[in-house]
């Protein structure tokens, strides 16, 4: 944006906004029997709730573990790179590990929730991709279409 006069920048940044309200728009316009699926499997945890992902995955999983826990759910990020050297085995099955991957296909992601499910843990799907490795592997699947 360097180099926009401030006319320029206004327009941008409009343009930027009116993308956002499209996307959530599009989310909302989604939402189906899976997300009141899983939103209640949230919302009736009574362990602890993990989430995982890696890259731009990961960053969201953080800021997911993040918001839920500022609503009241005890709610923590794992590291898949943890995970997979011995930390996964905090998880309880009265836990839920939501995995969170666009395309469904991070082999670090999918043994997370293949560990989750060998722990007795339920597994959540976030996923663009529902024809993917994580979808086949965990119990539930939250479709994000965006």
Known sequence: MSGLAPGEMLEEA?????????????LADGLDDAFQECAQLLS???????????????????????????????????????GLHGHAGVMKPSDLLVAVSRGGESSEVTQMAEIANRLGVTT?????????????????VLPIRS
Do not use: K
């Open 124 to 140: 959540i799907a976030f996923v663009h991709n529902t024809n993917s490795s994580l979808v086949r592997t965990c119990h539930y």
């Open 14 to 26: 409009r343009q930027v906004m009116e993308q956002e309200i499209e996307a959530i728009r599009a």
């Open 44 to 82: 009736d945890c009574t362990g602890l709730i993990w989430v995982t992902g890696v890259g731009t995955s990961a960053a969201v999983s953080s800021r997911f573990a993040h918001n839920l826990t500022v609503c009241g759910a005890r709610s923590m990020f794992l590291s898949p790179a943890d």
